[in-house]
C-alpha cells in the first residue's frame, strides 16, 4: 500500500479514522455504557458526561497524531497489512495509556495506574476495534473493485509469440509504447507501474504485423511500430529526421517515414 487518496494510509483515510474512531467511542460509550463504565468515571471531581467528553479527546487527539505520522511514513515506504495491522493496535494502547494517567489522576482514592490501565486497555480496544475492522472491510471492498477494474479485457491483451510459436509475453495493449527490430529479435518497450520496461523476442516484425495492426498499433518506420497514445508531438530533429516524441519520461524519439508521415499525424 502506498500513502494515496484512495488507500488505507492516504489522506482521505487519515482523516476518516481521526474522526470516525474517536465519534465511535462517544456514542457507544454513552449509549451502550460498557460494564463497569459508569463506575469508573463517575468520579467525585467530575461527571460521567465531562471525563467521557475528556476521554474523547484524548483519544481524538492520539488517533490523529498517530495517523498523521502513519500518512508520512506512507509517502516514503509501502506500508505492508502486517504493519498496519500493528500500528493499529499500537494507537488503541497508546489511547488506553493516556486516558489511564486522566483517569488515574481524577480518582479520589490512590489507585495504581497499571490497574486502571488494564481497565482502560480493555475499554477502548473493546470499542474502537468494530471502527477499525468497519474501515479496513470498507478499504479492502474498494481495493477489490479497484483490482477487478484493473484486470484488461482478454480482448486488449496482445499475446507474443516468439518464433517457434512459443507464447513468451502476454501483455495489454494499453501498456505497449513502441516494437523496435533489430535483426532476428524485436525490442518491446512498454509500461509497467508507470515504469519503463523492455523485453526482447525472437521474431520479426513481418511475423508480427497482423496482430500489431490487430491491436491499435501502427507503423510508422520500417523498424518500428508504436501505439498513438503516447506520442507527444511529431517532429523534425537536428538532424532533419522527423521523428516522434512520447509523452513518457526517458524514452528514445521515434523516427518516422516519410512513407508513414501523414498517416502518424492524423492519428494524433
Same mark, same amino acid.
Given at each position: 500500500?502506498?500513502?494515496?487518496?484512495?488507500?488505507?494510509?492516504?489522506?482521505?483515510?487519515?482523516?476518516?479514522?481521526?474522526?470516525?474512531?474517536?465519534?465511535?467511542?462517544?456514542?457507544?460509550?454513552?449509549?451502550?455504557?460498557?460494564?463497569?463504565?459508569?463506575?469508573?468515571?463517575?468520579?467525585?471531581?467530575?461527571?460521567?458526561?465531562?471525563?467521557?467528553?475528556?476521554?474523547?479527546?484524548?483519544?481524538?487527539?492520539?488517533?490523529?497524531?498517530?495517523?498523521?505520522?502513519?500518512?508520512?511514513?506512507?509517502?516514503?515506504?509501502?506500508?505492508?497489512?502486517?504493519?498496519?495491522?500493528?500500528?493499529?493496535?499500537?494507537?488503541?494502547?497508546?489511547? &488506553? !495509556?493516556?486516558?489511564? #494517567?486522566?483517569?488515574?489522576?481524577?480518582?479520589?482514592?490512590?489507585? %495504581? +495506574? @497499571?490497574?486502571?490501565?488494564?481497565?482502560?486497555?480493555?475499554?477502548?480496544?473493546?470499542?474502537?476495534?468494530?471502527?477499525?475492522?468497519?474501515?479496513?472491510?470498507?478499504?479492502?471492498?474498494?481495493?477489490?473493485?479497484?483490482?477487478?477494474?484493473?484486470?484488461?479485457?482478454?480482448?486488449?491483451?496482445?499475446?507474443?509469440?516468439?518464433?517457434?510459436?512459443?507464447?513468451?509475453?502476454?501483455?495489454?495493449?494499453?501498456?505497449?509504447?513502441?516494437?523496435?527490430?533489430?535483426?532476428?529479435?524485436?525490442?518491446?518497450?512498454?509500461?509497467?507501474?508507470?515504469?519503463?520496461?523492455?523485453?526482447?523476442?525472437?521474431?520479426?516484425?513481418? &511475423? !508480427?504485423?497482423?496482430? #500489431?495492426?490487430?491491436?491499435?498499433?501502427?507503423?510508422?518506420?520500417? %523498424? +518500428? @511500430?508504436?501505439?498513438?497514445?503516447?506520442?507527444?508531438?511529431?517532429?523534425?530533429?537536428?538532424?532533419?529526421?522527423?521523428?516522434?516524441?512520447?509523452?513518457?519520461?526517458?524514452?528514445?524519439?521515434?523516427?518516422?517515414?516519410?512513407?508513414?508521415?501523414?498517416?502518424?499525424?492524423?492519428?494524433?
Amino acid at each position: 500500500m502506498n500513502a494515496t487518496d484512495n488507500n488505507i494510509t492516504g489522506r482521505t483515510s487519515t482523516i476518516l479514522h481521526s474522526l470516525v474512531i474517536p465519534l465511535f467511542f462517544l456514542f457507544f460509550t454513552i449509549f451502550y455504557k460498557p460494564r463497569g463504565i459508569e463506575t469508573l468515571l463517575d468520579m467525585e471531581h467530575a461527571s460521567f458526561a465531562f471525563n467521557i467528553t475528556i476521554l474523547f479527546c484524548i483519544v481524538l487527539l492520539s488517533t490523529s497524531i498517530t495517523r498523521v505520522w502513519l500518512y508520512l511514513l506512507g509517502l516514503y515506504k509501502n506500508i505492508s497489512k502486517q504493519i498496519y495491522m500493528a500500528w493499529c493496535v499500537c494507537e488503541m494502547i497508546i489511547a &488506553a !495509556l493516556f486516558s489511564s #494517567l486522566y483517569i488515574t489522576l481524577m480518582l479520589k482514592e490512590p489507585v %495504581s +495506574y @497499571f490497574e486502571v490501565a488494564g481497565t482502560a486497555m480493555i475499554l477502548i480496544m473493546t470499542t474502537t476495534v468494530y471502527p477499525y475492522i468497519f474501515l479496513w472491510l470498507q478499504y479492502e471492498i474498494h481495493a477489490g473493485k479497484q483490482r477487478m477494474d484493473e484486470i484488461p479485457d482478454e480482448k486488449s491483451l496482445i499475446r507474443f509469440y516468439d518464433e517457434y510459436k512459443k507464447l513468451k509475453l502476454v501483455i495489454a495493449r494499453e501498456a505497449v509504447m513502441f516494437i523496435k527490430s533489430e535483426e532476428n529479435y524485436v525490442q518491446i518497450h512498454y509500461l509497467d507501474h508507470e515504469k519503463n520496461k523492455k523485453f526482447t523476442l525472437r521474431s520479426s516484425m513481418k &511475423a !508480427l504485423e497482423e496482430t #500489431l495492426t490487430k491491436h491499435g498499433l501502427v507503423r510508422c518506420h520500417r %523498424s +518500428y @511500430f508504436i501505439n498513438p497514445v503516447y506520442i507527444k508531438i511529431v517532429q523534425r530533429n537536428s538532424a532533419g529526421v522527423i521523428v516522434a516524441e512520447l509523452n513518457k519520461p526517458n524514452c528514445d524519439t521515434i523516427p518516422i517515414s516519410r512513407k508513414y508521415q501523414d498517416v502518424i499525424t492524423k492519428l494524433i
